[in-house]
């Protein structure tokens, strides 16, 4: 095995399986700790240590048994999603040992991936998380979103419900670095308003304290605003209708409102202003975008490097934590990206 260290290599690695399916809000004992046995490393395979996993909001639609754009996750077996990590062991010829890759079998402490399926992690750029993160398909799904999703251009007004989290943080900065006239974020508590302040945004508001929709008009002004990012759904989604100007764009990124509900959520109320303000709403996923990423990476790279951006981790400890570190995120405990160390 080239590239192999000289250490014993792990033969079973630990994970965190999905034991049920929740109703409404996960809860710990949707989860089982497990170890499972890691299959023999084949030609053009490495065995990765992840170092750190991700948990993000669109898990919790894979956890239901239903039709959507991704899989369903199985009962009685690991979950995955995205995870960086360093080589241990090789039979690829371009991944050697030491090299730090991402890729998505998180939710365990050993991998064995296809070469293929794992990008290099630059840690002479970054620490490896921000691979989960700003420079990762977080950054690459708030920059698609912005511009080629809500077409933003210069001297446009954006709003970006959710702000405070890991895509929604980074798209007001973005906005900010690409000429927009003003940022408008929404978030859920007094600190992460302030955070929002902090990363540049014009204005910010706590989305508990009044209706979202007298707080965003009062932020707008008489401007309104042109761009609308939207991660929550929900009362967002009506507020941003009612302000959005004419031809405005929503680029559809989250319902994070809605993921835990139990009862089919209502359409906005106000929907039919799409029609006389001509406005464009449109879904997206990243995975429709990753031709994306070289530009994406160039641009995040320079941002970070200047500090025009700059980026906010959570962190939980222990892949054990990660059941809980999901279910925090979904109750808005995360102030940026939330990781798990393992």
């Known amino acids: ?37 890691l299959p023999e490393l084949r030609d053009g395979q490495v065995l990765v240590r992840n ?26 077996t690991a979950l995955d999603g995205g995870a960086v990590g360093e080589v241990i062991a090789s039979r690829a010829a371009d991944r050697k040992v030491g090299d730090a890759v991402v890729h ?36 690459l799904t708030a920059y698609a979103g912005l511009l080629k999703v809500a077409d933003f251009k210069a001297g446009d007004a954006v709003f970006i419900s959710g702000a405070a989290g890991a895509v929604g943080s980074l798209a007001g900065q973005i906005a900010k670095a690409m000429g927009a006239s003003r940022v408008i974020g929404s978030a859920g508590s007094p600190e992460k308003v ?14 508990r304290d009044a209706p979202v929709r007298d707080q965003l008009k009062a932020a707008a002004g008489e401007r309104g605003i042109d761009v609308y990012f939207d991660n929550v759904g929900g009362d967002h ?34 929907l039919a202003l799409a029609i006389g303000k001509q406005l464009t709403l449109r879904g997206f996923l990243v995975s429709s975008y990753r031709q994306y990423a070289g530009e994406f990476a160039e ?10 951006v700059s980026y906010d981790e959570t962190v939980a400890d222990g892949l054990e934590n990660a059941p809980q570190a999901f279910i925090d995120l979904l109750d808005g405990a995360n102030t940026g990206k939330m990781l798990v160390r393992i």
Request: glycine share 8%; net charge negative; with cysteine.
């Open 1 to 37: 095995m080239s590239g192999t260290q000289d250490r014993a290599l792990p033969a079973a690695t630990r994970e965190i399986q999905l034991a049920s399916r929740p109703v409404g809000r996960p809860a710990p004992e949707n989860f089982r700790l497990a170890e499972s046995p």
């Open 237 to 270: 989604l009506e507020a941003a209708l009612s302000v959005l100007n004419v031809g405005g764009r929503v680029a559809m990124c989250g319902a994070i409102a809605q993921y835990n509900s139990t009862e089919p959520p209502a359409a906005p109320r106000n």
């Open 194 to 207: 302030a955070r929002l302040l902090e990363l540049g945004f014009d204005s910010a508001f706590n989305y």
């Open 299 to 308: 641009h995040m790279a320079g941002w970070l490097a200047d500090g025009t």
């Open 51 to 76: 170092l750190f996993i991700s948990v993000d909001p669109y898990m919790r639609g894979r956890m239901n048994d239903v039709k959507s754009y991704s899989a369903p996750f199985a009962l009685d």
């Open 104 to 139: 998505h079998l998180g939710w365990r402490e050993y991998a064995v991936v296809d070469a293929s399926a794992t990008n290099p992690a630059r840690t002479d750029l970054a620490p490896a998380s921000a691979f989960l993160g700003a420079l990762g398909m977080t950054g």
